[in-house]
Structures are given as structure tokens and as C-alpha cells.
């Protein structure tokens, strides 16, 4: 299969993509291929050629474009980067390389699972931990994984570039498509936030309910924020749930506010590729954290 197939996101798709007039049942297509990554299903749009994945992928970003709704562009990029980065696992090296030479234009092997990005690439693509990298000169180096989620980093901000679009020449048929859309958009409740597979869990469901003792609070708002940045769940549902996980923390001798834990859901947002870790959580927290978890090892 094309690697455009597979990420019609990359820059050759554009090139294939051309000035054909649009038509209401590829529009409605790209619809159902927008609500399915927002409600984390499987697509019925199977595109079987290159150009009809990266007709698609144009047709749901101009889609996305003219709804001018933040929050959803933003959960769809999370979603899309997360599909993605489980994606890229299963690539051969020369596709991986590919594909990541795509976004960083600099990258240079160095050895088995050893890559470096030019400093100007790592930073305008996404990255932003720059003290905690394996920087040499004018360069970052990474394995395997720490590109992956770097990759990650930068297809998200890739998707929400909607940079040469112009609203006022969007067609009518674009933004009346864009409202059927808004209206079919799933419509998420609180309760809903706890049924991915890492916010059920009983450890951060605890965490939210019942908040962190003082010493703890700075962990227990790290495993939230990653909990529901791997879940895909949109930063503003997240920062809903993190105000109360404020309200519930032991205050102590040093009040807990609300702008450091936003801080630290602020950077875990800006590094989706980061992974729940039990291992971590129970050495802040304690076995008894986890006692009721089916993740459990026995």
C-alpha cells in the first residue's frame, strides 16, 4: 500500500490533490470520515487509491475548517496522532524513515534505532522539552520511540495548521455540509470521560474523586493528564476534570492551585506521545493505589 494510503496527511498528498469541483456525497463521505475519528470508530470510508485518501483526508480538514470549532479540531488531531503513532510501530524501517523525513526534513540515521533531528526542526515541529533531550551541537538525537512520539507532537500541530484557507471563499455547499456536521457531533458528558481505557481506570478515577495529599499532587495530576491525553479526550474536557481534582487535593501548607496543575495538563497535552505508567504511579502512590486494578500483575 501507498505510505500516502496509509498518512494522506503527508506532503505528497497535496500534490495529488487537485482543483476538481466538490460534490455533496464526497462531502458527505468526508463527514461520516470525521464523526467516526471523534467517536473513535472504525471508518465505513475505505479509500482504495492514493488520491482518493488524500481527497479525504483535504476534504475533512476543509470540513473541520470551516465548523471553526477549536475544541473539535483538537480532538480530532489527537485522535488522528494517535492512530498514527500505533501506526508507525508496525512500519519497516525505510517506510518509518520516510515518513518521518517528511515532517523533519533535517533527519539523518545514525546507526540502528538511533536518528537526529536538526534543532530548528525539533522545535518547530512540536517539540518543547528541549532540557530533557539528548541534544549534541545543533542537533537532537532520539530512538526509535522518542521520534515516534515526537512524530506525534508534530502531526498535531500539523492538522490544526489550517494556514491558506480562506473562510470568505469556502463554497456554500463546504459550510452547509460543516453545519450538518456540527449537529451530529457526539455529545460527551462527564460520566463518559471514565471509559477510555486509562481514565476508568480505579487509580485515576480515585485520583479525581478524592484529589492527592499534599507531596502528591504535582503525580497525581501528571497520571490524570496522561491518562486522558491517551484516551484522546480533548484538552477542554480534560481541564474540566482537572478543576476538580484541584477542589479534591489536600491543601496543606502550600495551597495546590489550579494554574500549576493546568500547567502540568498544558505540557502533557504538548507531549501526546507520553504513556501511562503503573509501574511509576504505584511507586508515588503505593500498592494499595492499585489493589482493585484488572491491569494488575499478580
Known sequence: MNLVERYPFLSKARELVGGDKVGVDELD???????????????????????????LHALQRLLLFALDNEFVSSRYAFAVSREFAESLKEESEGDFYAVAKDFFPSLEKGGEE??????????????????SEDVDGGSVRFDRAGLTALLREALVRRLKDFTGLNKRALPKLVKSVAKELSAE????????????????????????????????????????????????????????????????????????????????????????????????????????ACAKCGRRKK
Not at 33 to 49: F, M, R
Not at 206 to 220: M, P, Q
Open 185 to 288: 457531533l457526539p455529545r460527551e458528558s462527564a460520566p463518559r470521560l471514565f471509559k477510555g481505557r486509562n481514565a476508568s481506570m480505579p487509580c485515576v478515577k480515585g485520583l479525581v474523586e478524592e484529589g492527592a495529599l499534599e507531596g502528591k499532587r504535582y503525580y497525581g495530576a501528571m497520571s490524570v493528564a496522561v491518562a486522558f491525553v491517551n484516551d484522546g479526550v480533548p484538552r477542554g474536557e480534560a481541564e474540566a476534570v482537572m478543576r476538580d481534582y484541584v477542589s479534591k487535593c489536600e491543601q496543606g501548607n502550600e495551597p495546590y492551585s489550579l494554574h500549576e496543575a493546568l500547567s502540568v495538563l498544558d505540557w502533557v497535552y504538548k507531549h501526546p506521545g507520553i504513556r501511562f505508567s503503573c509501574q511509576t504511579f504505584r511507586d508515588q502512590f503505593g500498592d494499595a
Open 29 to 55: 463521505e468526508a463527514k461520516r470520515a470525521v464523526l467516526a475519528v471523534l467517536s473513535q470508530k472504525e471508518s465505513s470510508s475505505v479509500p482504495s487509491t492514493a488520491l482518493e485518501a488524500a481527497r
Open 114 to 131: 538511533n536518528y537526529w533531528v536538526s534543532l530548528g526542526d525539533y522545535l518547530s515541529n512540536g517539540g518543547a522539552h528541549l532540557e
